[in-house]
């Protein structure tokens, strides 16, 4: 089984992918700033590294063979936090990730990218050569990073890409700022969903687990198949008040719907999930309703619990203000 080097392995994607790598019998390394904390479950075959991207080198990738590249500060808003910062890491962080991968003799390079890239307009089923029209410097970063990590594909180096949809369903490091789990976690806890933006706006939607599956099933096929290509990877498009009619159908609970008559969300994009599956032959399984149903049987059960944690542009302003106060404070080097 080839060893498996995972960036930003404590996240919402990085914690279930690394458990289904190991499952399936891989080593994995995983590389982290850790953050939210360590949710990873301790392993035989799992290596810790606690390390930034921007400092990585290729002696963390010495007998490497493949790089699942996921560290990011993650979605639109959280990207609007710190514009240069998000760039810094999002884009020229993994950069640095892939050219000392591809300098220590990793074979594969596969990118976590997103289909937020794809932005607005009336376009529909768009394909992964369709014209993008990015919004937010998040979804710019990712564009960047596709195409520079493309760049250094050759002969010994495949690169691939995967344009994830808005993922949802549990995770060991779980995030209740996503559509469908925030949606499930509002009706739990108030029996209330609140649709802003409008709600006619379109969304692909995946859930955790496939986005796993799609990783896996891109480092299983051949080089031709994907080398320089890039991937939708979803399980379908749906508006945003579909998706709260949904919750509202399928939870055993009562929820009222309400739509804000606030500005309309401008990210709007439904996208074809046809070439994951032609070129890898692979395609998502599990359906929104499932998803819903998951989140709350574990919200229900005390499996998972919103904390401040669990919203990342409101940790990551946290973390950002901590280090606001503690600088303010030092002199010389001391706090205390």
């Known amino acids: 089984m080839p060893k498996v080097l995972v960036t930003g392995a404590g996240g919402y994607i990085g914690s279930v992918l690394c458990q289904v790598l190991l499952d399936e019998g891989h080593a994995v390394v995983a590389l982290d700033r850790f953050f939210f904390g360590d949710t990873l479950a301790e392993h035989d075959g799992l290596t810790r590294l606690t390390r930034d991207i921007r400092d990585v080198g290729p002696g963390d990738f010495e007998g490497v063979d493949a790089v699942f590249d996921l560290a990011a500060l993650s979605n639109d808003p959280t990207g609007d936090l710190d514009p240069a910062l998000t760039r810094a890491i999002n884009h020229e962080g993994r950069v640095r990730v892939a050219t000392a991968a591809k300098e220590a003799g990793v074979g594969r390079y596969i990118l976590s990218s997103s289909?937020?890239?794809y932005g607005t307009g009336a376009r529909r089923?768009?394909?992964e050569d369709a014209p993008i029209q990015p919004l937010t410097v998040y979804a710019k970063s990712n564009h960047a990073a596709e195409q520079d990590t493309r760049a250094l594909a050759d002969d010994d180096f495949v690169v691939t890409a995967l344009r994830n949809g808005t993922v949802f369903g549990v995770s060991p490091r779980m995030r209740f700022d996503l559509v469908i789990n925030i949606m499930t976690l509002h009706a739990f806890e108030r029996g209330r969903i609140l649709v802003t933006g409008g709600g006619r706006q379109w969304r692909p939607l995946v859930h955790v687990a496939d986005v796993a599956?799609?990783?896996?099933?891109t480092l299983a096929a051949p080089p031709e198949q994907v080398q320089r290509e890039v991937f939708n990877v979803g399980c379908g498009n749906f508006r945003v008040r579909t998706v709260a009619s949904i919750v509202r159908e399928v939870l055993p609970i009562p929820v009222t719907v309400e739509v804000a008559p606030d500005d309309a969300d401008k990210r709007d994009y439904s996208v074809s999930f046809d070439k994951l599956e032609t070129h890898v032959g692979f395609r998502a399984e599990r359906s929104v309703e499932e998803g819903i149903r998951e989140?709350?049987?574990?919200?229900?059960?005390?499996?998972?619990?919103?904390s401040p944690r669990t919203s990342t542009v409101g940790w990551?302003?946290?973390l950002l203000e901590a280090k606001a106060l503690v600088d303010a404070l030092v002199i010389d080097g001391r706090l205390l």
């Open 295 to 306: 989140v709350y049987d574990a919200l229900k059960f005390g499996d998972v619990e919103a």
């Open 213 to 217: 599956q799609a990783f896996l099933a």
């Open 316 to 318: 990551y302003r946290r």
């Open 125 to 127: 089923n768009l394909r």
């Open 115 to 117: 289909c937020s890239i």
